[in-house]
Structure formats: C-alpha cells, structure tokens
C-alpha cells in the first residue's frame, strides 16, 4: 500500500493536483461518471466515493443532483487535506487501514479506479486484496456498489498497472457477492464497469391465468 501512497505523492509533486497526478483518463472523467452513476434515479441519497483523488466526482454529482450526502475516502493524506479545504461541506476519511476505515452505510459507493495500481508484490495478491475489500464494502451499501477496471486485453500494459479478466472477476461477483450485477464494456474499448446490487433477491413475477 505504502509503495502506492508513494507513487501519487511524486506524481502530485511533478504534475500538480489535477488528473495527471491520479492518473485519470484525458477528458473522459465526464462519461466514466455517466456510467458509473446510471443507478443513481432520484435526489437524497448518500455516496461514498471511495478513492476520491480530488473530488472530481463531487463536482460531476453537483452538477446532475440537488440534494445528496458526499463523503471521500482516499489513502492519500494530502489528497484528503486538499478536498477538506475545497469542499468542507463534505465529510473525508483518511485510509489509514483500508477499507476497515468505513464505518457508516451508504446507498451507493463508488470505486472509481482506486483497483488500477497493483498494491501488493503479485497480481494474485492483489486480487485477493480487491475481494476482501468489495465483500467488506458491500456490508455498507444499502443499495448498490459501482466499480471499474482496466480489462486484460490489451496490447500494451504500464508497469504495476492492475488488469482484470472479466468472466473471472464476473464468476467472483456472482458466487461470492450478488447474483444481481451489471457489467459494461461499452463506454471504453479498454476499461469495464461493474455495478453490484446488496439486495440479491431475485424477484419472480406472479403468474397469472
């Protein structure tokens, strides 16, 4: 985890607080958060965006909603110190021991590219880590949980960059967490969004004669 925490700090000295420094897509914040929200129908809910960076999703919800309780988490400190003072409106959470830090529910929680970087010394490792997280996670969503990865085919991989199969990420999902999840590929032709619902109950229509 340190070695992640490192590598955000020298990219905020050389690049600065801005999407280079977390390493987000050029210009396509906008529809990775139009996909990533799609569950969201109606104003008063309460997110956890988990994984903040500098609050770029805060910024897209105030544009779409009206009424919505914010909170960021970040293992970042001086990511956290930064949104403290930009939207002190809003709660934060420094992740000192990720993600047992949480301790409220919240209707939905998304993760919006936090998975990208390997944290541990192997994939496998790595993997390990993002299911305990998702299961504990999922525990403090009332309604459904949205997260996203750099798929496995590709031609070409950054080094320390995480990329998920999908059918081995979807079997997890399906045995492990909900049978109620939504995968879509569409958005990016190199990046996949997963949607988790907590209430798994799939409900059967009455028959009528």
């Known amino acids: 985890m340190q070695k992640v925490i490192n590598r955000y700090r020298e990219r905020l000295k050389e690049f600065g ?12 914040q906008s529809l990775r958060y139009s996909i990533f ?11 956890l965006d988990f994984g903040c960076g500098f609050g770029y999703l805060y910024e897209f919800l105030k544009e779409k909603y009206n009424n919505f309780e914010y909170t960021g988490a970040d293992i970042v400190s001086e990511f956290i110190d930064h949104n403290k003072q930009k939207f002190p409106e ?23 590219g936090p998975f990208a970087v390997i944290y541990g010394d192997s994939e496998k490792e790595h993997f390990e880590y993002i299911k305990s997280t998702l299961k504990y996670l999922l525990e403090n969503t009332n309604i459904c949980m949205v997260l996203d990865f750099m798929h496995d085919k590709v031609d070409f991989k950054q080094e320390d960059a995480y990329h998920q199969n999908v059918m081995e990420f ?17 958005y990016m032709p190199y990046e996949f969004a997963v949607t988790i619902y907590k209430d798994n109950r799939i409900l059967r229509p009455q028959n009528t004669y």
């Not at 999407?19 to 987000?24: C, F, L, R, S, Y």
């Not at 929200?37 to 997110?47: M, Q």
């Not at 809003?90 to 919006?112: G, R």
């Open 37 to 47: 929200t799609k569950a969201i129908k109606e104003d008063g809910f309460s997110l």
């Open 170 to 186: 979807y079997r997890f999902v399906k045995e492990e967490l909900s049978p109620r999840c939504i995968i879509d590929e569409s």
């Open 90 to 112: 809003n709660n934060f959470i420094l992740l000192k021991n990720s993600p047992y830090d949480i301790k409220e529910t919240y209707d939905y929680i998304i993760i919006a």
């Open 17 to 28: 607080i801005g999407p280079a420094a977390i390493e987000t897509p050029k210009n396509r």
